[in-house]
């Protein structure tokens, strides 16, 4: 896993979580996550942002592709995830597990982090 939020708030820019095993972003118990303008990629063996517990996410202007999966929510709460780019303009439903909010997907690939 590349990043682990158990409690508190974090907001991260332009960020590249890229490349584990598992996970790349795990969000439980009571984190909360803003994350903006980012990669989030290679993570074939589970997800992209994965969601539990009291958890909640809030996804804006990334590249999240190459995963098993785009966003997996096990939370009681919706992953904002509006206005990101999942490999395409108009993503498989199968890329997403529980309730997430993907509209407004974007029609071209976001640049990510500059770095």
């Not at 590349?2 to 907001?11: D, K, L, P, Q």
Request: without cysteine.
């Amino acid at each position: 896993m590349g990043i682990a939020i158990e409690s508190g708030g974090v907001e991260a820019l332009e960020v590249a979580v890229t490349g584990n095993l598992q996970s790349g972003i795990d969000v439980s118990d009571t984190g909360v996550l803003k994350l903006s303008e980012s990669r989030v990629l290679g993570h074939v063996s589970g997800a992209g942002v994965t969601v539990k517990g009291f958890g909640r996410a809030t996804l804006r202007a990334n590249r999240i592709v190459d995963n098993g999966w785009a966003v997996v929510n096990y939370s009681g709460n919706q992953v904002d995830a509006r206005g990101n780019w999942w490999g395409t303009a108009t993503p498989d439903a199968a890329l997403f597990v529980g309730d997430v909010d993907r509209r407004d997907a974007l029609a071209a690939e976001s640049p990510g982090p500059r770095r």
